[in-house]
Every structure is written in C-alpha cells, then in structure tokens.
C-alpha cells in the first residue's frame, strides 16, 4: 500500500480511523487528540425532561446511547489496541499523543499505553464544575474526565512543551489556574458550548473549544499536523485550524462528518475575514 499524506492534509475524511491511518506513513504526525467512544452507552434509559432549564449546568442534557459506543470488553480491547497500534506507528518520536475517557475506558487506554510502550507523561483530571447532578442519589455526581498524555520517544522526551504558555497564559475560564503560577494536572474547564460552536447542529459527546485549544497550545506548534482519529462533529480539527496547525480527522457517522465539514468551513471563513480586516485597517 502506498502510504502518502499530502493528500490529506487539512482533510476530515468520511471513513474509519483504522483504515484512514493505515494510508499514513511512519513517524509524520505530531500530535494525536482521540476522543474515542468511551464504551458508556450502556443500562437504562434517559427519564428526564430535558425541558426543565437547570440553572448554571449547561442545559439540554442527555445521556449517551449510541451503537458506536456499545461494545463488548473483547472487542472493545480489540478495537482500542487497534486503532492505539496505528496511531504509536504514526507518531512522530517528538509528537504527543491525547486520549480523553472515564473510568469505563480509562483503565483500558491506561494498560494499553504500557503495552505498545507510549510513555504517560501525564493524567490531567478535567473538571467540569457544571456537570449535570446525579438524579437517583444513589452515587457521587460524575464531575470529571481524565486525559491520558503520551508519547514515544523513548528516554530521549523529545515531545514538545510549551511551558511558557502554561504557566503564564491567560486561562479565565480556570478558577483553579493561578496565574504566573505552574499549570497543575486538575483543569476546571465547563463544559458549556459557546454559540458558534453549537451553530451548525450538536454532537453527543462534543468537546468544548476551550480544553481542546488548550492542549493543542501547550503540547504542538504552529504548523505542526495535528491528527483526530474519532473527528465527531470536528471540534479537534477546528481547535487546530483556528490555532494555524494542520489538521487532520476521521469520522464514521454521516451526519456528524457533515456538520464538522460546516464547521470547518466556517472557521475558515473567519480566519478570511480577520486577515481582511487586518489588511484594510
Ligand atoms: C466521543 S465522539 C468524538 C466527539 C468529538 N470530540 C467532538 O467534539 O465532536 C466519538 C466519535 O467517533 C466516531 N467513531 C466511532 N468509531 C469510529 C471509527 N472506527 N473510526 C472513526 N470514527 C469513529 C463516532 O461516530 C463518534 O462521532
């Protein structure tokens, strides 16, 4: 198979990640954000009245029941060391490789990174301080995710880091970030959409713009090629695009590739406007 990929770059591709990264040679990405099925879609079934506004949590919330987040622990084991295998081989020694879960897939990713030996640099715990409340009262409120950072340059940790940015940026939205303080591992980041990232429909399990730029800001630079394996509604590839990184993504489902090909689109129509205005002032 010849593997090339000038071809797809700046491309969301309609077709599964597996196959879409085996076209890809060795070592040329650099970095990877995968935001998998998490293998949660399961038990019963969503009872609440979504139109009841709950203040301050985010609103039209729903539980995630989707056929391509339902697989058996085989399979799910499968999957997961398959698509891991392709994106190590794809990996630039100087890349990062992001993996968002719960602890239904985390202890998964976890023993797979060991396995196919990409070194975790660090968990981050993300922190969603609106998180919807646990109606049955029967557990704590699920208010967190965790992400999983790696890489595979061996001893010789060549990934990037921009420690600068970390430390000293400006992260408002963090009421845990101090700031021209370090960036610690907890990230309290809410998980409420802005109104152009809902513009064009919803996804089930999007990612808000502000964690996704903040890991594309601290752990790649301008130019760089950044890879999404499970592109959704394209919130990966419009964080990169936004910040002058490359981007490329591989979704499944029709009509979530649709509304990332709008997306993108429009985030490149307001890169267009912004270089005009900054010509014309
Ligand atoms: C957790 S969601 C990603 C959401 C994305 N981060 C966003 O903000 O829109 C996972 C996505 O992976 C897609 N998917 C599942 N299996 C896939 C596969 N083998 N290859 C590519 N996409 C897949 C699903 O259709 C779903 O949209």
């Known amino acids: 198979m010849c593997k090339q990929i000038n071809n797809i770059i700046n491309t969301i591709q309609n077709t599964d990640c ?27 079934h969503w009872k609440w009245d979504n139109s009841i506004s709950l203040k301050g949590m985010g609103g039209n919330w729903n539980k995630v029941m989707e056929n391509w987040d339902n697989m058996s622990f085989e399979d799910y084991w499968n999957f997961t060391e398959q698509w891991l295998s392709e994106a190590k081989r794809i990996l630039k020694p100087t890349g990062s490789i992001w993996v968002c879960g719960t602890y239904h897939n985390m202890g998964i990713i976890n023993i797979l990174f060991q396995k196919l030996g ?18 049955a009262g029967r557990r704590f409120t ?23 940015y970390t430390k000293n940026g400006f992260f408002a939205e963090d009421l845990m970030k101090k700031q021209d303080k370090q960036m610690r591992t907890v990230w309290d980041i809410p998980n409420n959409k802005d109104k152009e990232e809902l513009l064009y429909g919803k996804h089930p399990t999007m990612k808000p713009q502000k964690l996704l730029r903040r890991i594309i ?22 964080a990169a695009k936004r910040l002058n ?5 591989f979704e499944t489902n029709t009509d979530y590739y649709n509304l990332s090909l709008k997306r993108i689109t429009a985030m490149g129509e307001m890169q267009k406007n912004r270089l005009e205005l900054a010509h014309a002032a």
């Open 118 to 135: 990409i070194e975790i640099i660090n968990e981050i715990i993300w922190y969603k301080r609106n998180a919807f409340p646990n109606l």
């Open 142 to 164: 699920a208010s967190h995710e965790t992400l999983l950072w790696g890489h595979v340059g061996e001893k010789k940790r060549e990934y990037y880091f921009d420690y600068v």
């Open 18 to 44: 597996i196959l879409g990264m085996k076209k890809i040679p060795d070592m040329s990405i650099d970095l990877i954000i995968a935001d998998p099925p998490y293998n949660l879609s399961k038990g019963g």
């Open 217 to 238: 800001s601290a752990t790649s630079k301008l130019g760089d090629i950044c890879l999404t394996p499970f592109s959704g509604s394209g919130s990966e590839c419009v």
């Open 245 to 249: 990184r490359n981007y490329i993504g």
